[in-house]
């Protein structure tokens, strides 16, 4: 009765404000945002091209009906079958085409249905001039991505977290839906762009609360580290979700469903962040172009850039290449991505805790160094049973890099600039949006005219030749008036905070109050 007591005493929305300003329950909140943001992303990976495809295809075919009937003659040609021999007679209505007499039967071919024909699809053409269009398709996302960011940074130090947070579940809510009755190639493309300015919101935002709340540098990371969880499990859950999903129910299903999680989501946010109010930081953060002016927040950037990249270019350019080479079934197509997303998921868990052991610049670029290895193997798999191995260092090795790099662009900030972190958070998605940005738009061109071979090949030497610039993160110099305030006389981590009753230190779950003068 005890445990039936409290159940029916258990108020939610009264434990919602209660937990309310809990890390924990915010940190949950943007992990679900992001897992939600990324799901939309690669759920499309495997629909897109074959649907695309398809949708061409079918034109294609009709088109060619339409110009053999209006090629053929007006007359109107009788068959007359005899009942007591083979043959078959013509007979018109016009007199130059009349004529009789035994003709030999067209031979018979057995129609393919189109099921088999859109699974393994003849390497035309057609088929090659899909890399550009989809390329380009999911090139809209990060590029809109890439122009909102600089206007979402220092957005969210003005007003606030929370009203960014709840605009990007708003507008990815209608991509959504778009993305669900959409039919041709301009309302996807208009759906993928608009996708776009949601993940901005979402990810600038989620990422700068993060940083604010948790002030502890560990903590921080570790932090970080469990919300690139909930993106790697969209990552991880998108592609062979929407493949089967695809496959067996419907282009429409997948993203249906994912717009309930998203209202979902949207209504713990009303509850808890109170979109609302008006919450600006207390301080003035460091300019945006201060920020993208410091060499250290530069190579952080470019190592989730390149990182990202390869991903990015795999993600348009394999589903045609294995549709080309291995003749797969269309829930193939996403489940090829699984070992990438699963070592993604491994990576993120595993290096937010070690990286700060063994040193974030060095795990860095040891991520760097795999990700180049890896994508160089990924054109030798035969089936695609060849690319479970080449799938999981990418994924596992990027984890790595982002694990490391996310929770560096905060410590940079503390270290050298103002503890204000959204501007910081909008550059390292900028990184993330050129990455995905100039992969699927430059990477189906380069398959296009060179080959699938050439492009991993091209993208696997950029990452192996950025991976040593990572070494000049492992101490970077620090502002003198940071260092003082972050360093004590052991030189170890402390964060500072402000307030109007006097200063504060915080070490771990520790408060060390200074009485004010």
Request: aromatic content about 10%.
């Amino acid at each position: 009765m005890g445990l039936f007591d409290a159940l029916r005493d258990f108020n939610l929305l009264t434990w919602l404000r209660e937990e309310r300003q809990s890390r924990r329950l915010i940190l949950f909140i943007v992990f679900i945002a992001l897992l939600l943001d990324n799901m939309l992303l690669t759920v499309v990976v495997p629909i897109i091209p074959s649907y695309l495809y398809t949708v061409d295809d079918e034109a294609s075919q009709a088109a060619q009906n339409h110009s053999i009937s209006s090629l053929s003659p007006s007359s109107t040609f009788q068959s007359i079958v005899s009942l007591y021999d083979n043959s078959t007679r013509l007979t018109g209505f016009s007199p130059q085409m009349s004529t009789s007499g035994p003709l030999i039967p067209a031979p018979v071919h057995s129609i393919t249905p189109l099921q088999n024909q859109s699974d393994c699809p003849k390497a035309d053409k057609q088929l090659l001039d899909e890399n550009v269009k989809v390329g380009l398709l999911f090139a809209s996302k990060a590029t809109v991505q890439l122009i909102t960011n600089p206007f979402i940074g220092p957005l969210t130090n003005r007003i606030g977290y929370q009203i960014p947070m709840f605009a990007g579940f708003c507008i990815m809510f209608v991509s959504t839906i778009m993305f669900a009755f959409s039919s041709s190639y301009t309302l996807l493309f208009l759906a993928r762009s608009l996708q776009g300015v949601g993940s901005s919101c979402s990810s600038v935002a989620g990422m700068g609360m993060l940083a604010s709340v948790y002030t502890d540098d560990e903590e921080r990371g570790n932090a970080i580290g469990i919300a690139l969880g909930g993106l790697a499990m969209g990552v991880l859950v998108g592609p062979p979700f929407g493949s089967v999903m695809y496959e067996f129910v419907g282009k429409t299903a997948p993203f249906l469903i994912l717009a309930v999680l998203a209202v979902l989501d949207g209504a713990l946010q009303l509850f808890v962040l109170q979109p609302s109010k008006v919450e600006p930081e207390s301080q003035k953060g460091t300019p945006l172009m201060t920020l993208m002016r410091d060499p250290y927040i530069l190579i952080a950037a470019g190592s989730i850039c390149f990182a990202n990249m390869a991903i990015a270019m795999l993600e348009p350019a394999l589903p045609i290449w294995m549709m080309e080479t291995m003749c797969p079934r269309k829930w193939q197509l996403g489940v090829a991505f699984v070992p990438a997303s699963v070592s993604y998921l491994i990576g993120t868990n595993i290096f937010a805790i070690l990286a700060n052991k063994m040193g974030r610049w060095l795990c860095s670029l040891i991520g760097m160094l795999l990700v180049g290895v890896s994508i160089l193997f990924v054109p030798f798999a035969k089936d695609i049973y060849g690319l479970i191995v080449p799938n999981f260092g990418v994924g596992f090795a990027i984890g790595m890099v982002d694990s490391s790099m996310m929770p560096i662009m905060g410590y940079l900030v503390d270290l050298r600039h103002v503890s204000v972190y959204g501007s910081v958070y909008a550059i390292a998605d900028v990184a993330f949006c050129m990455g995905f940005a100039l992969g699927p738009s430059a990477g189906g061109a380069i398959a296009r005219s060179i080959g699938f071979p050439w492009l991993m090949t091209i993208i696997g030497v950029v990452d192996i030749l950025f991976a040593p610039l990572c070494f000049f993160l492992r101490n970077p110099p620090a502002n003198e008036e940071k260092m003082a305030i972050l360093m004590d006389s052991n030189c170890s981590m402390r964060t500072r905070s402000y307030s109007t009753q006097g200063s504060s230190y915080q070490m771990g779950d520790d408060l060390y109050l200074e009485s004010p003068e």
